[in-house]
């Protein structure tokens, strides 16, 4: 008697050990080893190295970061899938996952110790975030992060410090987010302090210190503007009668500044190009348009 395909199929699939499901005469491989869940590969990546809370490493002790505070600081920096995060001291690559996966954004982390940098990366393929996030081990006074639009910190004070001369040098706009640690008399542009810890925020600022003349665009009006800068802040003296200017900040390349000349009361809003700022003056009720030049 012929033995038929489908016995045929059968007899070959028990031999060769594999699963086979026969429906409607077309044969479907059944899945002997379903792919593991995201916190079972997260698991397999502690078989091999577990951080505990307060180890030692190269400047600090490790401390995770929650992961409410990790969302809240990236919302804090507003990121978004056009950001580059650099996270300096990446530890298990919690920060730098999280901009990923939840703000589709690419992120670097950089870590110095070499189990903690192998045990990131491992968990960005458990999270699956390979194609966005790159963890490396290095020195982060050593790396080159001046391609970052968002950087993250959990350091201590000092070491902020030690980092601050390379943040200011940064593209204006670059918001940079430390956990718990300030950087001195560098205030913070936002600040956020709840139960889950404290964030701070830092957007840093161009280069807008000198003279400046403001000229009307369509009109005959100007005025003269001193600007003196420490960090975003401003301070200085504008028109004829050298009044002082207040309510005065830089937010990257926005720059703000308010100033009165007896009854005229003249409000500064404008954008930042080189030595060229495009700005949206009122004086009193009356706005226009404004290009102010550096001298």
């Not at 401003?234 to 009165?260: P, Q």
């Amino acid at each position: 008697m012929p033995v038929s395909k489908r016995h045929r199929l059968q007899s070959w699939a028990r031999a060769c050990g594999l699963g086979l499901l026969l429906i409607g005469g077309v044969t479907v491989q059944a899945q002997s080893n379903p792919t593991p869940s995201p916190q079972s590969a997260r698991d397999q990546c502690e078989k091999s190295f577990k951080p505990s809370t307060g180890q030692p490493g190269k400047d600090v002790v490790w401390v995770p970061t929650n992961d409410a505070l990790v969302t809240r600081m990236l919302e804090m920096a507003k990121v978004g899938k056009n950001d580059l995060v650099y996270d300096l001291g990446a530890g298990d690559g919690k920060i730098a996952i999280a901009a990923a996966k939840q703000f589709g954004a690419r992120a670097v982390g950089v870590e110095y110790n070499p189990d903690m940098a192998q045990l990131a990366q491992c968990m960005v393929r458990a999270e699956g975030v390979t194609e966005k996030v790159n963890v490396i081990q290095g020195d982060i006074f050593e790396t080159d992060f001046s391609k970052a639009s968002v950087v993250t910190l959990y350091l201590l004070p000092e070491l902020n410090m030690r980092l601050r001369p390379t943040l200011l040098k940064m593209r204006p706009g670059t918001r940079v987010v430390s956990h718990s640690f300030l950087m001195d008399d560098w205030r913070p542009d936002e600040s956020s302090v709840s139960t889950d810890g404290a964030a701070y925020l830092w957007i840093v600022p161009a280069d807008v210190a000198g003279k400046w003349t403001f000229k009307q665009q369509g009109g005959k009006d100007s005025f003269d503007v001193e600007l003196t800068q420490t960090f975003q802040k401003l301070s200085g003296t504008a028109g004829k009668g050298k009044e002082e200017i207040t309510n005065a900040e830089m937010r990257g390349n926005r720059i703000e500044m308010m100033f009165s000349e007896g009854d005229v009361h003249t409000r500064v809003v404008g954008q930042l190009t080189g030595d060229r700022i495009e700005a949206d003056v009122t004086r009193n009720d009356k706005s226009s348009t404004y290009i102010g030049t550096r001298r």
